[in-house]
């Protein structure tokens, strides 16, 4: 729980939930697990207020309770974490995912479970089913079957799950607030360990509903919809069997997806297109067998492997071969070989690709900031992990004047290490050797922090853009608004000339920069985001297997 | 420490194993803290471009602005002016929707978190699970005057019977008033004694004002 990421946090929430939600979920997250009546006297913030953030919080998953320390009848505490706030920054890489796996239905039940956090598979089939009747031509909508088909694929490959009941949740009886398919809830409220969605067997079970019909379109009549979302309330409290059966996002299923789409393209930039989709089988094969912090995939054999090749590629048995030994022999070392039955037994190595895509995020950081030849001295440090400052002029092949200097550069901005090895007992510096090193993982969580901390300052800068030329925009919508207005109506052109013209010639290109500015500050996010994800995934993965 | 010669100048590291020959001119030193901004070398590489980066970013910023018209974002009551400023009609107020009330499944929520009905946008709330004493001395001084209203009634109906319904309501409004006052003299203090009767001096004197010709020493 860095600085920097609890300021990106902070900001993240003041974006998405209100200014209000930042300011408890700061707190939350600087002071560890506290009650409500210590939020309340800590923020300052009335009441109600701080109720409310903390059911926003709860619905979104970014926070947890539990009975507090002390024992059943102390307060219960609520506990917030930086990881789960910051998913907020790979949203639309999930949503995109979802498009290009599931179409467009399932790109907007990914986006509406990801707006709402938690909910019942029937209001999101209907929400998602209006939504997309609201796009299509007249006359046609939506069926909610074919939605639910949807959302059930969605299930099955694990990329939604159900929302595990809570130990210590107020209501009428702990049994009755989990789904009756569960098992029994634990009768004590469990303090030290926190139940996972995944700790519950039917996790991944579709309930049985009764929902049948299909999407409706809102008139486009300003009336009819507030008559009609006046008794929308009342007559859509039919109950479709399925109350109290909560879904949410899996992210951990994307991140796996992730990682997997990370070694097909590097094999694919490295190697080629069909040692990428050899690669792209293997994982395919082993998606359900491998477990999501398993240091390789199970073996496979050469024959199953040729059994499972995509039917558009017809290569034969012997050019497999060649290609799988390949990709054992790159020094990358994707694939693996473990053992030779069956034609020799293949695994594809993902803690070691994770950390040699890690290693080339580090490198090309170091190329792009201090140019190549001190990327030549950071790649030597990484592979002969120590050596003196002369044998780095002589390997490196540079003038050691420059050598020196750029040494000296790294090693102020952290990147490289000073080892020192003493000859003598005392320190002497005549009598000691300095080693110059890199160790990769201190270094990735530096650079890490670093990504949170450019986030945190795009953000912070489209904030301040935006809130400079706040009479502009305000200005330019409601121009707009009287554009929309008056053509529905049919206006004359010359009107809507007339109308246009309010808004002059440099205003225009000022708002046409601040548009500009502010696309490239938000896709440089979506960037960085990718980074910060490939890096998360090394420091996680080592630092579990350590 | 190791770098103390007598008189003779020594650096606190050995010269020539970290590279620094004799007669090297060493780099100037730094006398305030470096720049901000400072000029860069290596400019970084442009942005990816692409279908993929513009349907992404397209999706992020829809995905913030529907994030703010949902009940999920909560802002806080706009503090009241001391003046109604003449701007206050045409800021523009969102039009609330039933999409904006909204009831978690308080099944899942710790019971303390639960609010009789969840306000909409502002933050002006109507809570009443809190029970705070104002909301019981609120309740018996309403009950307070009731009784004694209905006792009042009771009373005119059978003294006289010619008074005119608005002389009674008027009556029954003033004594009410007067009641009221009465009420928060006697229990505003929580004393035995009403406090009208009790004639604490302020009064003293002050009927001296009148007659300006004699000056007050």
């Known amino acids: 729980m860095t600085l920097q990421e609890v300021r990106l946090c902070g900001l993240l929430l003041r974006e998405h939930f209100g200014e209000v939600v930042e300011k408890v979920g700061k707190h939350l997250l600087r002071s560890g697990a506290l009650n409500l009546r210590t939020i309340i006297n800590e923020t300052g913030l009335p009441l109600d207020l701080v109720k409310k953030c903390l059911c926003v919080l709860v619905q979104h998953g970014a926070c947890v309770f539990s009975s507090g320390r002390k024992g059943p009848g102390s307060p219960t505490e609520y506990l917030t974490s930086c990881n789960r706030i910051l998913r907020i920054l790979r949203y639309p890489r999930y949503i995109y995912t979802a498009k290009t796996l599931y179409g467009d239905t399932g790109e907007l039940i990914i986006e509406e479970l990801l707006q709402r956090g938690h909910m019942t598979m029937s209001s999101t089939v209907k929400t998602v089913a209006d939504r997309l009747t609201q796009n299509m031509e007249e006359g046609r909508s939506m069926e909610y079957s074919e939605?639910?088909?949807?959302?059930?694929?969605?299930?099955?490959?694990?990329?939604?799950?159900?929302?595990?009941?809570?130990?210590?949740?107020?209501?009428?009886?702990k049994t009755t607030a989990a789904p009756t398919d569960n098992p029994?809830?634990?009768?004590?409220?469990?303090?030290?360990?926190?139940?996972?969605?995944?700790?519950?067997?039917?996790?991944?079970?579709?309930?049985?509903?009764?929902?049948?019909?299909?999407?409706?379109?809102?008139?486009?009549?300003?009336?009819?919809?507030?008559?009609?979302?006046?008794?929308?309330?009342?007559?859509?409290?039919?109950?479709?069997?399925?109350?109290?059966?909560?879904?949410?996002?899996?992210?951990?299923?994307?991140?796996?997806?992730?990682?997997?789409?990370?070694?097909?393209?590097?094999?694919?930039n490295k190697l080629d297109q069909t040692s990428s989709e050899i690669v792209r089988t293997m994982l395919r094969m082993s998606e359900v067998t491998t477990s999501p912090t398993a240091h390789c995939t199970k073996p496979l054999s050469s024959n199953e492997i040729f059994r499972s090749l995509p039917s558009s590629y017809n290569i034969a048995r012997p050019i497999l071969d060649q290609y799988l030994t390949l990709l054992v022999d790159d020094p990358m070392e994707f694939v693996g070989k473990?053992?030779?039955?069956?034609?020799?037994?293949?695994?594809?190595?993902?803690?070691?690709?994770?950390?040699?895509?890690?290693?080339?995020?580090?490198?090309?950081?170091v190329q792009e900031r201090f140019g190549s030849r001190s990327a030549r001295i950071f790649r030597l440090?990484?592979?002969?992990?120590?050596?003196?400052?002369?044998?780095?002029?002589d390997f490196a092949m540079i003038p050691a004047k420059e050598a020196k200097d750029m040494l000296y550069?790294?090693?102020?901005?952290?990147?490289?290490?000073?080892?020192?090895?003493?000859?003598?007992?005392?320190?002497?510096?005549?009598?000691?050797?300095?080693?110059?090193?890199?160790?990769?993982?201190?270094?990735?969580?530096?650079?890490?922090?670093?990504?949170?901390?450019?986030?945190?300052?795009?953000?912070?800068?489209?904030?301040?853009?935006?809130?400079?030329?706040?009479?502009?925009?305000?200005?330019s919508q409601r121009i707009e608004a009287i554009l929309a207005s008056l053509q529905a109506s049919g206006a004359e052109p010359e009107q809507l000339q007339e109308v246009e013209e309010m808004i002059t010639a440099p205003e225009k290109q000022q708002l046409d920069s601040l548009k500009l500015h502010i696309n490239k500050l938000d896709s440089a996010e979506n960037q960085v985001d990718?980074?910060?994800?490939?890096?998360?995934?090394?420091?996680?993965?080592?630092?579990?297997?350590? | 420490m190791a770098g103390r010669g007598r008189g003779r100048r020594m650096m606190s590291f050995s010269v020539d194993a970290v590279g620094i020959n004799r007669g090297d001119t060493l780099p100037p030193t730094i006398q305030q803290p470096t720049p901000a901004y400072p000029a860069m070398e290596n400019k970084p590489l442009p942005l990816a471009a692409g279908e993929e980066a513009e349907y992404m970013l397209a999706l992020k910023q829809e995905f913030r602005g529907a994030m703010r018209s949902l009940p999920c974002f909560i802002q806080p009551a706009a503090?009241?002016?001391?003046?109604?400023?003449?701007?206050?009609?045409?800021?523009?107020?969102?039009?609330?929707?039933?999409?904006?009330?909204?009831?978690?499944?308080?099944?899942?929520?710790?019971?303390?978190?639960?609010?009789?009905?969840?306000?909409?946008?502002?933050?002006?709330?109507?809570?009443?699970?809190?029970?705070?004493?104002?909301?019981?001395?609120?309740?018996?001084?309403?009950?307070?005057?009731?009784?004694?209203?209905?006792?009042?009634?009771?009373?005119?109906?059978?003294?006289?019977?010619?008074?005119?319904?608005?002389?009674?309501?008027?009556?029954?409004?003033?004594?009410?008033?007067?009641?009221?006052?009465?009420?928060?003299?006697?229990?505003?203090?929580?004393?035995?004694?009403?406090?009208?009767?009790?004639?604490?001096?302020?009064?003293?004197?002050?009927?001296?004002?009148?007659?300006?010709?004699?000056?007050?020493?």
């Open chain 1, 409 to 475: 550069t790294l090693l102020s901005e952290n990147l490289v290490q000073l080892q020192e090895i003493p000859k003598t007992p005392d320190y002497a510096p005549s009598r000691t050797f300095y080693l110059y090193t890199v160790n990769q993982l201190p270094t990735a969580r530096m650079l890490l922090q670093n990504c949170h901390k450019t986030v945190a300052n795009l953000i912070e800068r489209r904030l301040f853009e935006t809130k400079e030329s706040k009479r502009l925009l305000e200005k």
């Open chain 1, 147 to 173: 939605v639910s088909s949807a959302f059930s694929n969605l299930v099955e490959t694990h990329f939604l799950q159900r929302c595990p009941p809570q130990p210590g949740a107020g209501g009428k009886d």
């Open chain 1, 338 to 365: 473990a053992g030779e039955s069956g034609g020799g037994m293949y695994v594809v190595n993902l803690h070691r690709a994770l950390a040699n895509l890690a290693r080339a995020t580090l490198e090309s950081v």
């Open chain 2, 79 to 217: 503090p009241h002016r001391d003046v109604e400023r003449y701007s206050d009609k045409y800021h523009s107020s969102e039009p609330t929707d039933s999409l904006i009330t909204w009831t978690p499944d308080w099944r899942s929520l710790p019971r303390e978190l639960r609010v009789a009905r969840l306000p909409r946008r502002d933050g002006v709330s109507v809570s009443r699970s809190v029970p705070s004493g104002q909301i019981r001395q609120v309740k018996e001084k309403e009950e307070i005057l009731l009784k004694l209203e209905s006792l009042e009634q009771k009373e005119q109906q059978g003294s006289s019977e010619e008074e005119e319904g608005e002389e009674k309501k008027k009556q029954e409004e003033e004594e009410a008033e007067g009641e009221e006052e009465y009420d928060e003299e006697e229990f505003g203090e929580e004393t035995d004694y009403i406090m009208s009767y009790f004639d604490n001096g302020e009064e003293f004197g002050g009927d001296s004002d009148e007659n300006m010709d004699e000056a007050v020493y």
């Open chain 1, 184 to 268: 029994a809830t634990p009768a004590a409220p469990a303090k030290t360990t926190l139940q996972t969605a995944e700790s519950f067997p039917d996790c991944y079970k579709v309930p049985h509903m009764t929902l049948s019909g299909r999407g409706k379109r809102q008139l486009s009549t300003e009336e009819g919809e507030d008559q009609r979302n006046a008794k929308k309330p009342r007559l859509d409290t039919a109950t479709h069997g399925d109350e109290g059966i909560y879904w949410q996002v899996n992210y951990e299923r994307f991140h796996l997806h992730f990682r997997d789409q990370a070694i097909i393209s590097a094999v694919a």
């Open chain 1, 530 to 546: 990718e980074t910060i994800f490939l890096l998360e995934s090394y420091i996680t993965g080592t630092a579990s297997s350590t």
């Open chain 1, 381 to 393: 440090l990484l592979r002969k992990r120590h050596l003196e400052q002369k044998q780095v002029e």
